[in-house]
């Protein structure tokens, strides 16, 4: 399995922005689809963006479209998640996983990623 530790998390007033970054370690993250989940307190872990092994047509929520942007960097073995304009609503614990399977398919599932990494709290006030 590939080892996984998020940064960049923080608190940021409304409208303004973060960029997460998630460093993979071990297995080959070049071939893996790397996705970003969020678990605000009392609900359930929710899927925000996906990325392919080949960085091809991204994935995103329909409620972060427009905003989020997913990146990934194989030489540096690490994904970024920009966020922009940042709304209350997205305050959450931000996850990152790794598919080492690579089925673009089930991106948006979290139960298809093996890997996880500790997660890195997001706040953001209104």
């Known amino acids: 399995q590939v080892q996984l530790v998020e940064s960049g998390g923080g608190l940021v007033q409304a409208g303004g922005s973060l960029r997460l970054q998630c460093a993979a370690s071990?297995?080959?993250?070049?071939?893996?689809?790397m996705g970003w989940f969020r678990q605000a307190p009392g609900k359930e872990r929710e899927f925000v963006a996906a990325?392919?092994?080949?960085?091809?047509?991204?994935d995103y929520t329909d409620s972060v479209k427009g905003r989020f942007t997913i990146s990934r960097d194989n030489a540096k073995n690490t994904v970024y998640l920009q966020m922009n304009d940042l709304k209350p609503e997205d305050t959450a614990v931000y996850y990152c996983?790794?598919?080492?399977?690579?089925?673009?398919?089930?991106?948006?599932?979290?139960?298809?990623?093996?890997?996880w990494g500790q997660g890195t709290q997001v706040t953001v006030s209104s």
């Open positions: 996983a790794a598919d080492s399977s690579n089925r673009w398919y089930t991106r948006a599932k979290s139960d298809a990623y093996d890997s």
């Open positions: 990325i392919s092994w080949s960085r091809r047509s991204p």
């Open positions: 071990g297995g080959i993250f070049s071939s893996y689809t």
